[in-house]
């Protein structure tokens, strides 16, 4: 193997583990991983020229919808806008990089997906090993909940707790779905680290990440139901792995009743307090801005300003400093920056990542897509650095990659 084959095999390891990196490394990863490969596709092939520029175009259109907002955008709000965009320019970078990298780069790059998973596992220790070091010897005389559990969490580790259940989710199905061919050793450790990441991302437990999980492991049982006996102890050591973690983890169970808000009346309906009431109050406030913004939008430089006016009069009125949030839907984040041309422009994108993914048989491409569309309903995850890097670089990386049988070796065309 040549010293320029190494760098290319370190490369593409270091994209697939910069969202979990500190803040300012998440940026500047994928810029360095992509220039580079741009370089060395100009090396091997003599050029970027490309037929699959059209398509990373169409599957950036939303990106492209914010960009033509700009000459409706007030002069008050432009700084907005560009820290907008500024945000959700990897969208359209990196689906233009995979489309422009030779089909040998982006195969050699998924090829190296595995370090995600020992990334995600490598930074819950962290944040897991920070939290028990916290209430071994601090004594600080902060209370064992879950609410200080996923503060610690993120403070350690720079990956907010729901973002962290994204990648876990993912890397669950990536172990789930590679081990074809495998001696049994191997089996065992995919296994483990399958359960290890469960337990994990159980602790953690954000919504609407479990429940994908839940939507991948129901498809996964009924594609594979003529031989759900081979996966019975799989199975039971999953619901192992759910019960040690209720039996033994404290805000677990906290977590758990809160959530209870959902069904009804839960102990706590103080919105500082519960997380339930929070995505109650932040879901009328988006609604009511929809009833006004329902066919234009904002525009993406003007909600946050409007949000943060309505949060301030809710806080007067309640006598408690409530938010400024941003709508924690992906969707209203689009309807309400956009107006229609956005809500249908983010169910488009997705309609074609779906279409793609199921006429390719790309299971874990289809995944994804499922992680990332339930998420949407709880978080804008676009609008925060980490969510919207784990969604270009691996919807345009699937987008682009492939087929198998088609993948030369590395400096092969």
Known sequence: MSKITVIDKYMARLLMVCMVLPGKLQGFVPILVSVYFVVRTVMVKGSLLSKNYKAALLISTGFLLYLLSLPFMP??????????CEGRASMLLLPLVFAGIT????ALIWKERYYLVYACIISCFIGNGAFAYHYLFAHDGTALSHV?????FDLSTSVHPTYMCMFLAFSICIALLSGDGEDVPRKWIRYILMYLMLVLLLCLLAKTPIIALLVVFVHYGWVHRRQLYRYKGLLAGAVVAVMAVYLFVPFFRQRVEELSGFFGKSKTENVIDNSVAMRKLIWHTDVDMLHHYWLTGTGPGRLFPLLKQRYFFYSLYSQQVIGPYDPHNEYMYDWLSLGMLGIVS???VLGVHFAKAIRRGHTIYLYLLVILSISFFTESVLS??????FYSIFTSLLFFLPREEKVAEPGQL
């Not at 925060?384 to 890097?389: A, E, F, I």
């Open 346 to 348: 983010l169910l488009f």
């Open 148 to 152: 200080a559990y996923r503060t610690i």
């Open 103 to 106: 089909p040998t780069f982006t």
């Open 384 to 389: 925060l650095q980490q969510g919207v890097l």
């Open 75 to 84: 002069n008050e709000y432009l700084r907005s806008f560009h820290r907008v």
